[in-house]
């Protein structure tokens, strides 16, 4: 059910928030030992909230999120309940306040059912890099859901929660989105507020919704949206009503299709669905360009590898073991218990981007690595604003492959980073950009991605949602 059906059924008095909360809990329940998706399980406060959107909903108080069952990525600060980033560093944390997002939600009648796994502090692309346990994807339970929202993603698409909330650093909501064969907004960095967000790259992150389709995308996006003043990076720029876009008319619509997008090594089937996806928006009245070219994208996920890192090392000095999360006791001195704390407290994929930013950073290396990534992505940047001088938006698969086996790249770090060759760019430009349903190959999700330029998502949204006006990809439902 998507929420905007459910909404209806609520608004009516068809369903209460009570039942449709425990139809939720007993889907997680039946499916959660095969998929894993849930780092926390909160069912005694959903069962409370929902009681609470119930009496709301009796006093005619009741907007479109109101009752609506959702999990949250693992790496957003929720009051009082466990918040663990999927790390042993912070597996008891538990946050004395709610990220601004979390407040937004809770004053719409938020129903959370769970909060969500991932990779460690966001670092991954397939969610096995949490120090838990690997999600599974619900369309082939042997293969990964995309990192790093992956439980987020595979949350929604099993029917665990109606929607989730995701971060995204390098295409952490838009991968995942795209390998569950569902919808996901990485929204131009400042749209929405990251205070209470735990920090991976600062520069780069940003929150956003995950949904069964554009429609409900829309809807989360009008209540966590907006500017907040704890966030320095949030941009007070005015938040548009983003229902009001979803039209089906793409007669002025303009498209450019990146050729570097479509890369070297790119599997067949993911190639023939983006082009027969792109010939139905051309189809539907869009005016499409092939052969578009941003040459500097080549370069992204060199820039990124050396910015990512550089800020997580910077923002990952925090965890000593002294103010909270994990501490090691049994040492003889202070550096002792620094060192074993982090070298228990973290995995290896966190180490090792700890240590290569570190590295980046380092006197004699800043210069020729940390400096030089950001010039690339001054010019990484400025193409993509030279291409919108020109289109609406620019139209990319999500991944270059299908989702691949749990365990097929976990010891190949360079292959695991290429799964976000198509993502990352954009989270360099700080641009907005959305993942949908494409097609399908051998039976397993493939997703098409749509960039625009900053504060655009009004287009992004309204040339989504008429692609699945027009396909049923979106539509279809794993069989779990």
């Known amino acids: 059910m998507t929420i905007h059906e459910a909404h209806k059924l609520l608004k009516t008095k068809q369903l209460s928030s009570v039942e449709l909360t425990k139809v939720c809990l007993e889907r997680i329940q039946q499916v959660e030992p095969k998929v894993r998706a849930l780092v926390t399980i909160t069912d005694e406060l959903a069962l409370k909230q929902a009681q609470k959107a119930d009496e709301l909903i009796a006093a005619g108080d009741i907007n479109p999120l109101t009752g609506i069952p959702a999990v949250i990525k693992d790496v957003i600060c929720t009051k009082g309940i466990r918040t663990t980033c999927s790390s042993r560093m912070l597996e008891n944390f538990v946050p004395p306040y709610d990220a601004t997002v979390m407040e937004k939600l809770n004053g719409c009648g938020v129903v959370m059912v769970g909060k969500a796994n991932m990779d460690e502090f966001a670092m991954g692309s397939s969610n096995e890099h949490s120090a838990f346990f690997p999600t599974h994807n619900p369309w082939d339970l042997s293969r990964v859901p995309g990192g790093s929202s992956g439980g987020p993603a595979a949350a929604v698409a ?13 295409g952490s909501i838009r991968l995942p989105a ?34 069964q389709d554009v429609n409900d995308c829309a809807l989360v996006l009008n209540a966590i949206a907006g500017y907040d003043t704890r966030d320095s990076t949030s941009v007070p720029y005015p938040t548009p009503d983003y229902t009001q876009c979803l039209t089906t ?32 928006l051309e189809e539907m009245g869009a005016k499409v360009e092939w052969e578009v070219s941003l040459p500097h994208t080549r370069y992204g996920l060199a820039a990124y590898y ?108 360079l292959q695991m980073y290429l799964s976000d060759v198509c993502t990352l ?18 039976s397993l999700p493939i997703g098409m991605q749509i960039i625009g330029k900053p504060f655009s998502e009004e287009t992004l949204l309204k040339i989504a ?10 539509k279809r439902r794993p069989q779990i």
């Not at 000593?320 to 982090?342: C, H, I, N, P």
Request: proline letters at 5%; glycine letters at 10%; a negative charge.
């Open 178 to 211: 795209g390998f569950c064969s569902i919808t996901g907004l990485k929204p131009t960095y400042g749209r929405i507020s990251r205070y209470g967000l735990v920090a991976f790259a600062s520069s780069l992150d940003q929150i956003g919704p995950l949904t």
């Open 249 to 280: 008319d793409l007669n002025s619509i303009r498209i450019g299709i990146p050729k570097e997008y479509f890369v070297e090594g790119m599997q067949t089937e993911v190639e023939t669905a983006m082009r027969a996806a792109i010939s139905k």
């Open 306 to 413: 050396i910015i990512a890192p550089s800020e997580a090392s910077a923002n990952l000095a925090r965890y000593d073991g002294v103010k909270y999360g994990f501490s090691y006791q049994d040492a003889d001195s202070m550096w002792e218990a620094l060192e074993k704390t982090r070298q228990y407290g973290f995995g290896d994929e966190v180490k090792r981007r700890i240590m290569l930013g570190t590295y980046a950073l380092s006197a004699g290396y800043y210069d020729a690595w940390y400096l030089k990534a950001q010039k690339v992505r001054t010019l990484i940047r400025q193409e993509f604003d030279q291409a919108f001088d020109k289109f609406d938006a620019l139209v990319t698969p999500t991944s270059p492959t299908v989702p691949f086996k749990i365990g097929e790249k976990v010891d190949d770090p």
């Open 158 to 170: 099993a029917g665990e929660a109606i929607y989730a909330l995701g971060s995204d650093t390098g």
């Open 465 to 474: 949602h008429a692609f699945q006006q027009a396909t049923e990809w979106h």
């Open 425 to 442: 760019p954009i989270n360099i430009a700080g641009l907005p950009a959305i993942s949908i349903p494409a097609g399908f190959g051998d």
